[in-house]
């Protein structure tokens, strides 16, 4: 017993090293738990209320996202389809204009006029679609960029409160 005894460096009388390695440990912790808790009783609950607000806000604005998601995906398939309604009509016009055709006056031919306007079409959808996907490009980045934002925030939030108590965490 005699071995194990030390003296204290504060009291200069001897301490039990057990005594010791509870007191430096989990007894420490338990005293600051209690302490913050009584300084701080909302540090837990305000921190709890921050987290289950950023969730609530980063959820809503998910669904948002996935709602314009697929209502820009609705249209880049409506433009798809158009598209190919537009290049179906232009192939029959292409074979129908392979078929010689005759007119007395010498102008143009009306199939060459509806030809045309096809291609000018199936030029705006396609335009159209590359502004889509463009635009489904962006929400994302735009998503990405307030999901960061919105962590940043909490984080900095959370190391303000942890400087508050001298860097110790609380459980």
């Excluded at 889509?132 to 900095?156: A, C, I, T, Y």
């Amino acid at each position: 017993m005699e071995g194990n005894l030390q003296n204290s460096p504060k009291l200069g009388c001897p301490v039990d090293n057990f005594d010791a390695k509870y007191i430096s440990g989990d007894r420490i912790l338990q005293i600051e738990y209690i302490f913050c808790s009584q300084m701080y009783p909302n540090f837990q609950s305000k921190s709890k209320s921050l987290q289950k607000i950023y969730s609530e806000a980063k959820k809503a604005a998910e669904d948002v996202w996935k709602e314009k998601e697929k209502v820009l995906l609705l249209k880049v398939e409506q433009i798809q389809l158009e598209k190919r309604q537009a290049l179906e009509e232009d192939w029959s016009l292409m074979l129908e204009k392979a078929k010689p055709a005759t007119f007395q006056d010498g102008k143009s031919s009306p199939l060459l006029a509806i030809l045309e306007s096809q291609q000018l079409k199936f030029n705006e959808l396609e335009q159209e679609l590359m502004q889509k996907s463009k635009e489904v490009d962006e929400g994302m980045e735009l998503q990405n960029k307030l999901l960061h934002l919105g962590v940043g925030r909490l984080q900095e939030e959370l190391r303000k409160k942890t400087r508050s108590f001298g860097g110790k965490k609380i459980a």
